[in-house]
């Protein structure tokens, strides 16, 4: 596929596919299942939404825990097929939130809490570490385009890890591919018609395919950050134990009851806002300038209303929420009211 072209203008994105029954715009997230692992992805922009949803310019081909399966159903904003995952438990096995309320009692000890709205990663006060970012120049090219990604990505993990190690929760590097894979540790990639990039826990991997980021945003260098930041949004909320702590709540296993499409969206709004705590760190020093920043945060809104994401409207408030207050604690989606995470 070439990647010739010209490159969609900031604030403007290429008209949505035709809608699919089942399937997200592509700036939603939708997520991915396999027998171990459930993906997460960012919806294709309307322009696809992003990933990991069905809907939505970003996706995050989220995992929730190793020991259940997450069967067919997707919040994949890439995936071949839709999934509107629900967590099952997999045959004699037990939840991972069952294993841990059987577990040695909390303590100084790391390992992931599984809360969400009592979760110590949002707990008052924490920030994410300022960072300087040493960005390559991004291009078309394979090579620098990966190296720019490759760059930011070490921008995040500076930024992050500090918050993780502060409240006890792990930390563990993620990988990161431009080649979409046939399949991974979550199942079959989506396809770019539903997302245009996504995250799988299972693999620890973000997946930017080169191709379908190119094809829904050029080269506009802050609607690939926002994607990456939101993708690295999931990661967090894998590492923390959120993910695990949302799939023992799912109440159907392709997730189509009202309940459980709320979960999923406070799921995709608060990578949302995770992502836009990381833009806020970097802002205004190094390769991200605030003129920059500014347009990666209101990339966010620059979508489509999602069953799983959440409304236009909203997609950009809890991003610029994120942006504004810089604390993990402004990103509370789970406690926050029914309206704010429509």
Known sequence: ???????????????????VVAELPRSTYAPLVSDDYLAWAPPAYPQPQRGGLKTGSRVIIGLFAA??????????????????????????????????????????????????????????????????????????????????????????????????????????????????????????????????????????????PREWMLSAVGTNKGAHLATLAHEYGHHVQHESGMLAAISDQMVTKDESSPEDQQRVRRIELQANCFGALFIAAAAGRGGISTATANSAVADYGNTGNSETHGSRVNQGNWANTGYREKTTASCNTWSAPASAVS
């Open 67 to 208: 020991a259940l399966v997450f069967v067919a159903g997707a919040v994949v904003v890439d995936a071949s097929r839709t999934v509107s995952g629900h967590a099952l438990p997999a045959p004699n096995a037990e939840s991972e939130l069952a294993k841990n309320q059987t577990g040695e009692k909390p303590g100084a000890k790391v390992g992931k809490v599984l809360e969400t709205d009592k979760n110590p990663i949002l707990g008052a006060g924490i920030a994410l570490t300022k960072v300087t970012c040493t960005l390559p120049q991004i291009s078309k090219n394979d090579a620098e385009l990966l190296a720019f990604y490759k760059a930011a990505l070490v921008c995040l993990e500076q930024a992050w890890k500090p918050v993780l190690d502060q409240v006890n929760e792990p930390h563990m590097n993620v990988n990161l591919e431009i080649e979409l894979p046939e399949s991974s540790r979550c199942g079959e990639a989506p396809d770019s018609k539903k997302a245009m990039a996504y995250y799988c826990p299972g693999d620890l991997t973000i997946y930017l």
């Open 1 to 19: 596929m070439s990647l010739s072209g010209n490159d969609p203008a900031e604030g403007a994105r290429p008209e949505p596919p035709p809608m």
